[in-house]
């Protein structure tokens, strides 16, 4: 099975930068996914990793480490309309079909003027 | 792509009622997945299908929640009998397979479910 930890809030000022952790335990991995969620919205996709480092997107930036059993998601020049629940989340072995995601209980940030 | 749609978005029955949700996931996706998303648990897999076929319903809480995919553009969840406890939002999700590069996802905007 899958265990993953993530902070369970957070608040950031505008402008600033933040750092949402995740750890995860697992009998198998195959990626680690980090998705954003609106208060009353579906969860939408924001960074992917499977292998070790660092992968950046314009404001974000998401790194792994598989060794530590670790990642992080990093968000630069916060803005009002980053307030949301980020929800981190490993995927299975992919053998035999499998695709399953293990969702941790989500990280909830607030951005403050 | 109108991406994953869900129906109804909104859903309020009585206790013991039969409830049916509807999903249609993105064209080409050949994997479907149904979660529940509560408050004190998170975001749970139900089940998921590939190609139509279910490959893992261990989170089904229980008998009375069924989920069917009669093709590949169509699934149903089944609560029946509802009960109180099972009110939170349902949501449907597809993907393409985990083999492609960056295999992402989708979500669709939910069913709120309030059994009563």
């Known amino acids: 099975g899958q265990n993953i930890d993530q902070p369970t809030e957070m608040t950031a000022t505008e402008g600033a930068i933040v750092q949402i952790n995740c750890t995860y335990q697992?009998?198998?991995?195959?990626?680690l996914f980090w998705y954003q969620q609106h208060a009353g919205e579906a969860p939408t996709f924001l960074s992917y990793n499977v292998l070790d480092g660092l992968e950046e997107k314009g404001r974000f930036s998401s790194f792994l480490s598989r060794s530590k059993g670790y990642s992080y998601l990093l968000l630069k020049e916060l803005q009002m309309k980053d307030s949301a629940s980020y929800l981190c989340?490993?995927?299975?072995?992919?053998?035999?079909?499998?695709?399953?995601?293990?969702f941790g209980t989500g990280t909830q940030l607030k951005v403050e003027l | 792509d109108a991406g994953v749609i869900q129906s109804p978005r909104h859903e309020v029955t009585e206790m013991g009622q039969e409830v049916t949700l509807r999903c249609k996931p993105i064209?080409?996706?050949?994997?479907l997945f149904w979660y529940r998303q509560t408050m004190m648990r998170g975001l749970e897999l139900l089940i998921y299908?590939?190609?139509?076929?279910?490959?893992?319903d261990s989170g089904m809480p229980e008998d009375r929640f069924s989920a069917k995919m009669p093709n590949a553009s169509f699934s149903t969840l089944k609560i029946q009998p509802s009960e109180p406890r099972d009110s939170a939002v349902y949501f449907c999700?597809?993907?393409?397979?985990?083999?492609?590069?960056?295999?992402?996802?989708?979500f669709g905007a939910g069913t709120r479910l309030s059994v009563l």
């Open positions: 999700a597809s993907s393409l397979s985990p083999l492609l590069a960056k295999n992402i996802q989708y």
């Open positions: 299908f590939n190609n139509n076929v279910p490959i893992d």
């Open positions: 989340a490993v995927r299975d072995q992919i053998t035999g079909g499998g695709n399953k995601l293990t």
């Open positions: 697992t009998s198998g991995f195959n990626g």
């Open positions: 064209s080409g996706h050949d994997y």
